[in-house]
């Protein structure tokens, strides 16, 4: 399995974890902490707000760190040592070719026949 190949699951698993929390969290203030019962369970509405806030920045932090990490280890297909717009050419001093001998004026070729 390749580095980028690596990268591709754990930017996936991240991203599926990012929606999950996303998800969770309601922006008018419901969501998972107006479902809670009571204080007692996971520290309290307020410490589940400031949870679900903390893992979406930090989740949101670390796919950014895997995407520029999986760009620096790409070299698939697409990558710029093999580009098909631009083909390779070799850089030889350019050559000159010999002056070819005038054309002569004959009478066949400026009056054609009739």
Do not use: H, R, Y
């Not at 893992?55 to 760009?71: E, K």
């Amino acid at each position: 399995m390749s580095t980028f190949s690596i990268f591709l699951v754990l930017i996936t698993i991240v991203c599926f974890l990012l929606i999950v929390v996303i998800m969770v969290q309601n922006p008018k203030g419901g969501g998972l902490s107006s479902t809670v019962g009571g204080s007692q369970m996971l520290g309290g509405v307020q410490k589940t707000t400031d949870f679900l806030d903390k893992s979406t920045w930090t989740l949101a932090t670390i796919l950014i760190v895997l995407i520029l990490l999986s760009s620096l280890s790409f070299t698939g297909a697409l990558s710029d040592n093999d580009s098909k717009i631009i083909e390779p050419t070799e850089t030889t001093a350019p050559t000159t070719a010999a002056p070819t001998s005038p054309v002569q004026n004959t009478p066949a070729a400026t009056n054609p026949a009739k």
